[in-house]
């Protein structure tokens, strides 16, 4: 088995891109949005040739012969383009379970992956920081799935975003989280180190740590990751954040890290009855001054936070996400939709371990995300890194791929982010904290083309993000009619 987790990893590590299509592309018309100058130029021309930009120019007629001849034109007239974006933690699905309420997890439905990839796309991601899941659960075997599709996609086999592999064994020191099997317990830094080696040598570009481990554990798993020149990502509750910080950790997941030295004795073990998922309420109890103290340790430090807002309206107002992504499961593989829709489905309860979070006052959920909004907004103004990610995954329902991270996006403006902070938490931000800036996340000649035409000024309004026209991944156009016709082509 190794063998042939090797022969993959070797292969996606030196395989060139080549999913564009061989004639060149000419963009039209469009106005360009310069994330990294908050500026935007209108009538730009866009030259791309295999997955490359090759040219940026007015499209004026003086320009013409600046367009090969081949071209396929593609009109653009009006439309906005950024960058495609980038959801930094985000679970890919292999399958999801029939019935969540279920006790003895009965037969599962297998997951049409590239209709799911699909639907990221007919939403403007072209990248994703990817942990593999299986029926709704991080699988250390289901990252071969995220290694396979990887080159799939990028040999122009499968239609997808890129994908950056995470190993999906989520590392943590024992005795680890009670009641959720979704980690890797080891009991000293040897095993650690072991642990993080084998993941490197699987092929994992990415290696997460859950929440429970001591400096010496960490410290242990960053070093070894770093020698091997993988990066680490993860909770860190335990640990807190700005220990994690000064530690050397890549990226800080959720905000539960930020606030342990905020909040007095008795409220930090209250609602201990739903575990570390706590931290995300408590958020309405915290001493600010005390939170700016760890901002400071991770602004100084470039520690990027991926806050995973999104996800946590789940608990305010269920009902409420299921109308406004209503429109999006039209487009689902049927045999999942009627899995994840089917009466009594638990989602977000059985996803996190069967805790009870109903008895929990909605509102309260509601403040606190408003709160984590506010300070993400403050660390921006503090010279902090903000990456975006929805923390997506098919067994939270209702919640929606890709439209998730738009509404992530939201959440940043409604917490006092401009537009364009908030954009750049998808793009140019994103790109940085995978160490791919120079690969893709703005608009440039020799970076990859991945592009998305909106019909409306996303600096205006954040929610233009949504109004997709057309989507460009490595060279290959995606009008949004033709994916979503390839989508209800394939639920067939």
């Not at 859950?210 to 960490?218: A, C, K, L, R, T």
């Not at 915290?286 to 936070?305: F, H």
């Not at 907004?377 to 975006?388: D, H, L, P, R, T």
Request: glycine fraction near 8%.
């Amino acid at each position: 088995m190794k063998t042939v987790l090797l022969a993959v990893a070797l292969l996606f590590f030196c395989i060139p891109i080549s999913s564009a299509q061989e004639q060149p592309v000419y963009l039209t018309g469009g106005h360009l949005v310069d994330v990294v100058r908050g500026e935007i130029y209108e009538d730009i021309a866009v030259v791309i040739e295999a997955d490359k930009i090759t040219g940026l120019f007015f499209d004026f007629s003086y320009n013409d012969q600046r367009v090969p001849d081949n071209a396929m034109r593609v009109d653009v007239t009006g439309k906005y383009l950024i960058p495609g974006l980038i959801d930094l933690h985000l679970h890919t699905p292999n399958s999801v379970r029939r019935n969540f309420t279920s006790g003895n997890f009965p037969d599962s439905v297998e997951v049409d992956r590239e209709h799911f990839y699909r639907l990221l796309l007919k939403n403007g991601v072209t990248t994703i920081r990817a942990l593999a899941t299986d029926s709704g659960a991080p699988d250390p075997g289901a990252m071969s799935f995220s290694l396979k599709d990887k080159v799939a996609i990028d040999d122009g086999e499968m239609d997808g975003p890129n994908i950056i592999v995470s190993a999906t064994g989520l590392i943590e020191e024992a005795p680890g989280f009670p009641r959720v099997k979704r980690t890797q317990i080891v009991n000293n830094s040897i095993e650690a180190r072991a642990l993080v080696r084998d993941y490197a040598y699987r092929g994992a570009e990415w290696i997460k740590f859950y929440n429970y481990g001591d400096e010496e554990m960490v410290q242990a798993v960053i070093d070894e990751a770093h020698h091997h020149g993988r990066k680490i990502w993860g909770h860190f509750a335990m640990l807190g954040a700005a220990e994690a910080s000064r530690l050397g950790v890549d990226s800080l997941e959720h905000t539960v890290s930020l606030i342990q030295d905020a909040l007095d004795y008795e409220t930090s073990i209250s609602m201990t009855d739903i575990g570390y998922y706590r931290l995300f309420r408590l958020w309405t109890e915290v001493n600010e001054a005390e939170v700016i103290k760890t901002l400071e340790v991770l602004a100084e430090n470039e520690t990027p936070i991926i806050p995973t807002l999104a996800v946590q309206s789940i608990f305010v107002d269920r009902n409420k996400m299921a109308r406004d992504n209503a429109d999006i499961f039209r487009y689902y593989q049927p045999e999942v939709y009627e899995a994840l829709s089917a009466p009594k489905s638990e989602g977000i309860e059985k996803h996190t371990g069967g805790f009870d979070f109903a008895k929990y006052d909605p509102k309260q959920w509601g403040e606190s995300i408003k709160v984590q909004a506010r300070m993400m907004a403050k660390f921006v103004e503090m010279g902090g890194i903000i990456g975006a990610g929805s923390d997506f995954s098919l067994d939270i329902f209702p919640y929606a791929p890709g439209v998730s991270l738009h509404h992530e996006l939201q959440f940043f403006v409604e917490g006092g982010m401009t537009p364009l902070e908030a954009l750049r938490t998808a793009t140019t931000n994103a790109a940085k904290i995978l160490g791919w800036e120079n690969r893709f996340g703005s608009i440039e000649i020799g970076k990859q083309a991945d592009i998305i035409a909106l019909n409306a000024n996303p600096l205006v309004d954040i929610k233009s993000v949504a109004d997709i026209h057309t989507i460009v991944k490595s060279g290959e156009v995606f009008p949004l009619a033709k994916l979503n016709n390839q989508l209800l082509e394939s639920g067939q």
